[in-house]
């Protein structure tokens, strides 16, 4: 299994403005995943992010809104731009297993957002 | 597209009762993965229980068990001696056997709460 940590845990932020979203995992993967969870509801695919190539992104989620970074194989940046209230949710960051676990996913603790 | 559907929002069951948790799904895929994940209040996603879709033997992790039946594209999840520390949210979640690159397709998740 990997071992996965977000930065930050909860944050609430003003309206307009952006914040980012650190992914660090303990051992190299080549796909990251990013989810969103809006309250009481499930999770929901933002994008793909492998390493040394574009994300990609889910039907109804742009770049601009969601800029991902994926500098290496251990860690990854999600930034919600231009925030309003609709995007107060929980965002996990999520890899694929290696080894016996290949076909597992694994979660990091997710980031709470509030808007305000 | 594949879809995971849950067809109980919500679900409770007394202690050291047993509880099952219902999920089908639609694929067609003939070789793939289905999860049980529990999402406790800390929204940390843990992963319950793992059925390859080639093994015709249902999963077992001490307490937790499915009941796989592909031809009816049902996944169901059953807790026995159930345990406050149960109470959650569980999800059951759907992946092409693809290593590690394609994402989980996720149900709407039921809310188990477990009455002492």
């Known amino acids: 299994s990997a071992v996965i940590s977000q930065k930050p845990s909860r944050d609430i932020c003003q309206r307009g403005t952006s914040l980012t979203i650190q992914c660090q995992v303990d051992s190299q993967v080549t796909m990251m995943f990013w989810y969103r969870q809006q309250p009481g509801q499930s999770l929901t695919l933002i994008a793909t992010?492998?390493?040394?190539?574009?994300?990609?992104?889910e039907s109804g989620f742009v770049i601009d809104k969601f800029p991902i970074s994926r500098p290496n194989l251990t860690f990854s940046t999600l930034t919600v731009s231009n925030m309003s209230p609709e995007d107060s949710s929980i965002y996990l960051c999520?890899?694929?297993?290696?080894?016996?676990?290949?076909?597992?996913?694994?979660f990091g603790p997710g980031t709470r957002l509030t808007v305000t | 597209a594949q879809t995971v559907t849950q067809s109980q929002p919500e679900m409770s069951v007394q202690e050291a009762e047993t509880v099952t948790l219902s999920c089908t799904y639609d694929?067609?895929?003939?070789?793939?993965?289905l999860f049980w994940y529990k999402q406790p209040p800390s929204r940390q996603m843990i992963l319950v229980i793992r059925q390859e879709a080639y093994k015709q033997q249902n999963a077992t992790e001490n307490r937790f068990s499915v009941n796989f039946q592909k031809a009816a594209k049902s996944f169901s999840l059953k807790i026995s001696d159930s345990q406050l520390g149960d109470a959650a949210m569980y999800f059951c979640a759907y992946r092409d056997r693809n290593s590690g690159n394609t994402p989980l397709v996720f149900g709407k998740g039921t809310r188990l709460s477990v009455i002492a």
């Open positions: 999520s890899v694929g297993g290696t080894g016996t676990g290949v076909y597992e996913q694994y």
């Open positions: 992010a492998n390493q040394g190539s574009e994300a990609t992104y």
């Open positions: 694929t067609s895929e003939s070789d793939y993965y």
